[in-house]
């Protein structure tokens, strides 16, 4: 089973939210038609997905997730911009 770790926002360089989930495009969907209403990303529009990783193993999804909550903003889109320097929304090419 395929597990992933996952930053959303509204904008470039706008809100960040990290997260991490085994149905990467089904979490993505309930976060752009704000499935939860009363959630973090609902409140701030977090719709936008800017960047994923792919893990093989749970424990190292959450673990990375973990760490990666504690980055200082600098990092995190460092991170963003190595792949997706546009910060285009990556949810239509997920398969």
């Not at 597990?3 to 979490?27: A, M, W």
């Not at 309930?30 to 209403?37: A, E, F, S, T």
Request: contains cysteine.
């Amino acid at each position: 089973m395929k597990y992933f770790l996952y930053i959303i926002t509204n904008k470039k360089e706008g809100v960040l939210y990290i997260g991490f989930t085994k149905g990467l495009k089904k979490r993505i969907y309930q976060h752009k038609y704000k499935v939860h209403p009363s959630t973090f990303s609902a409140r701030y529009n977090l719709d936008k997905l800017v960047c994923f990783e792919e893990f093989n193993n749970e424990d190292e999804a959450r673990l990375r997730e973990k760490r990666m909550k504690k980055w200082n903003r600098a990092w995190k889109i460092e991170l963003i911009e190595k792949d997706n320097p546009n910060w285009e929304d990556l949810y239509n090419k997920l398969t």
